[in-house]
């Protein structure tokens, strides 16, 4: 009875050791951001002091019976069938811009993305809301509110759809419908360099860059 007890208890202690929790939490933004590239059309970010990021999790693809729970819906009720906000707003962290940064592209997977980082290279302060729509089709649509400071009021909503297309590591966005606040706008065609990658829980990140920020928004 006692040899049996040590080798019970060993192995529990084995097991312990070994078990590594899968968290929901993404990871926290590490490297530089790319300075180099467009940063479309809801306008420019200016520094201020103050804030840290808000970590806005995520779940992983499958349900319980194995079913995929990430298929996004054909219209959101929102101009331009934008979805509302899944997360709240991501506060910007200040993030070193100058080593640049390789954006390595990949396969942008059918589903609903929120952001949950935002990073800066000029200083902290503000922070980036929005939720990203994708279909297998290569269409998509996207909400978005940017706060340019800590004490500024968030400016206005924008909402987006159109195409996408992939090209090694940039992406470059049609629109269709484009609508800031309550009126439409005309905007051009949008290229940025971007990852769409799986974290080490098989959750799906995209990453984008624009000029002097990076945003990574995590999917349902």
Known sequence: MRVLLLVTLAAASIGAATFVACSSDP???TGPVDAGNSGGDDGSITPKDGATSEDGGGSNDAGADGSCVHAPPADG???C???DFGK???LFLMTDASAGE???GGPLEPGIYDAVFADRASGLGGSWRETFVVDAS???TRIRQIQTTADAAPGPISYRAGTFAL?????TFTYTCAVTADAAVTVSDDTLPYDG????CGTTDYRYGATGIRVTLKRR
């Open 27 to 29: 990871p926290a933004a």
């Open 77 to 79: 009720g929102n101009p």
């Open 81 to 83: 069938g934008a979805l």
């Open 88 to 90: 709240p707003a991501a």
């Open 102 to 104: 390789t954006y390595k």
């Open 138 to 140: 290569g269409k998509f």
């Open 167 to 171: 090209d090694a590591g940039s992406i």
């Open 197 to 200: 990658i799986k974290d080490s």
